[in-house]
T-cell receptor
Framework: GAVVSQHPSRVICKSGTSVKIECRSL??????MFWYRQFPKKSLMLMAT?????????EQGVEKDKFLINHASLTLSTLTVTSAHPEDSSFYIC????????????FGPGTRLTVT | TQLLEQSPQFLSIQEGENLTVYCNSS?????LQWYRQEPGEGPVLLVT?????EVKKLKRLTFQFGDARKDSSLHITAAQPGDTGLYLC???????????FGTGTKLQVIP
């Protein structure tokens, strides 16, 4: 149980274009999903907290107009990187918290974004 | 701000050796989780410890939560190449619903 999927797993885009990444909880409902960014050999950096039906809460230093988050249902959150630049290239990981139980987060497999 | 410091940062050992990874904080956590992440993948939850002094075993992995719930350790017995990965501890904190992640320990087990 507690499976989270991400799509796409890898994406290459040109500078100036936008990219949408989907995060789905496959076998449970998640009122809260999180988006992280991870640099090589580093720990996860929280970008934003996404709550179903409400606006996302962004961490300090994360541009909300650049990283658009939509949490339209209890099983789907999307992250759109707008007007992408090479410095946006990174590994983006989402996670979902179950409605019941503790604070465990279940992670998606990640999306490798490369902006050329 | 709740911080979780992990040590060592990097560890390279031979297959069959034992190792311990530490996760320390000056703050008290209601629970701590341990994750393992392989390159190009998302972190996978290994265990959650909740009670101070608690010890949990997962095959060759032994997890312990400190009595004061400020620290935790992960001990691996007879490490295997399949244990290679980034180990992350994490605990609730940093804000409502949020989880604070440790700095990470990158383990390499050489055959």
């Amino acid at each position: 149980g507690a499976v989270v999927s991400q799509h796409p797993s890898r994406v290459i885009c040109k500078s100036g274009t936008s990219v949408k990444i989907e995060c789905r909880s496959l076998d449970f409902q998640a009122t809260t999903m999180f988006w992280y960014r991870q640099f090589p050999k580093k720990s996860l950096m929280l970008m934003a907290t996404s709550n179903e039906g409400s606006k996302a809460t962004y961490e300090q230093g994360v541009e909300k107009d650049k990283f658009l988050i939509n949490h339209a249902s209890l099983t789907l959150s999307t992250l759109t990187v707008t007007s992408a630049h090479p410095e946006d290239s990174s590994f983006y990981i989402c996670s979902a918290q179950t409605l019941a139980g503790g604070k465990e987060q279940y992670f998606g497999p990640g999306t490798r974004l490369t902006v050329t | 701000t709740q911080l979780l410091e992990q040590s060592p940062q990097f560890l390279s050992i031979q297959e069959g050796e034992n190792l311990t990874v530490y996760c320390n904080s000056s703050s008290v956590f209601s629970s701590l989780q341990w994750y393992r992440q392989e390159p190009g993948e998302g972190p996978v939850l290994l265990v959650t410890v909740v009670t101070g002094g608690e010890v949990k075993k997962l095959k060759r992995l032994t997890f312990q939560f400190g009595d004061a719930r400020k620290d935790s350790s992960l001990h691996i017995t007879a490490a295997q190449p399949g244990d290679t990965g980034l180990y992350l501890c994490a605990g609730p904190g940093g804000g409502y619903q949020k989880v604070t992640f440790g700095t990470g320990t990158k383990l390499q087990v050489i055959p």
